[in-house]
């Protein structure tokens, strides 16, 4: 079981550029989100997923784009790249979209915007 | 909407000194608490929850954390830190008002030393 993976571990862009995030899980598991995190903001959500085909926004989505093809994976999206996307990028799931469940994340993705 | 506080952002303890760190949430329906560590260059692992039950919820590596309802509060607490326990440490939070999504805290830095 590798758990929850993200690729790449580190990236630096120029301003413009669009790249893929990329997170996967072997787990079977529903519910996957995307979080960012930032020197003393703690983490922020971006968006979320209850399941293959379904999306929403969370707190601080302008600029991302997700969609869900599959339960395994779930890519996010930067278009148009800023700096003030430079940030951490956590991606994380479990097993429903219960309230109280575990969420398990990932080792994280470290994105520098020039 | 909720929302969850850390007072502090930095606490500095010396090996085997007992430990505190504060966190304040609020929220408007029934609430469920985590405390997650991440220690450097890594992702987040869950160190315990609060779901129902028993106030006094134990979680790894000898933390344990105290739900009060009338004080809106979930702190953690350690009797005996190790260097081993330097890492950064979020509060969160979700309500049954939707999906498992989370609110963290700030963070608070556990700085241990010799």
């Known amino acids: 079981n590798a758990g929850v993976t993200q690729t790449p571990k580190f990236q630096v862009l120029k301003t413009g550029q669009s790249m893929t995030l990329q997170c996967a899980q072997d787990?079977?598991?529903?519910?996957m989100s995307w979080y960012r995190q930032d020197p003393g903001m703690g983490l922020r959500l971006i968006h979320y997923?209850?399941?293959?085909?379904?999306?929403d926004q969370g707190e601080v989505p302008n600029g991302y784009n997700v969609s869900r093809s599959t339960t395994e994976d779930f890519p996010l999206r930067l278009l148009s790249a800023a700096p003030s996307q430079t940030s951490v990028y956590f991606c994380?799931?479990?097993?429903?979209?219960?309230?109280?469940?575990?969420?398990?994340f990932g080792p994280g993705t470290r994105l520098l915007v020039l | 909407a909720q929302s969850v506080t850390q007072l502090d952002s930095q606490v500095p303890v010396f090996e085997e000194a007992p430990v505190e760190l504060r966190c304040n949430y609020s929220s408007s329906v029934s609430v469920y608490l985590f405390w997650y560590v991440q220690y450097p260059n890594q992702g987040l692992q869950l160190l315990l929850k609060y779901l129902s039950g028993s106030t006094l919820v134990k979680g790894i590596n000898g933390f344990e954390a105290e739900f009060n309802k009338s004080q809106t509060s979930f702190h953690l607490r350690k009797p005996s830190v190790h260097i081993s326990d330097t890492a950064e440490y979020f509060c969160?939070?979700?309500?049954?008002?939707?999906?498992?999504?989370?609110?963290f805290g700030k963070g608070t830095m556990l700085l241990v030393s010799p």
């Open positions: 969160a939070v979700s309500d049954d008002s939707g999906y498992s999504t989370l609110t």
């Open positions: 994380a799931s479990s097993l429903g979209g219960s309230f109280g469940e575990t969420q398990y």
């Open positions: 997923s209850v399941g293959a085909g379904i999306t």
């Open positions: 787990m079977n598991h529903e519910y």
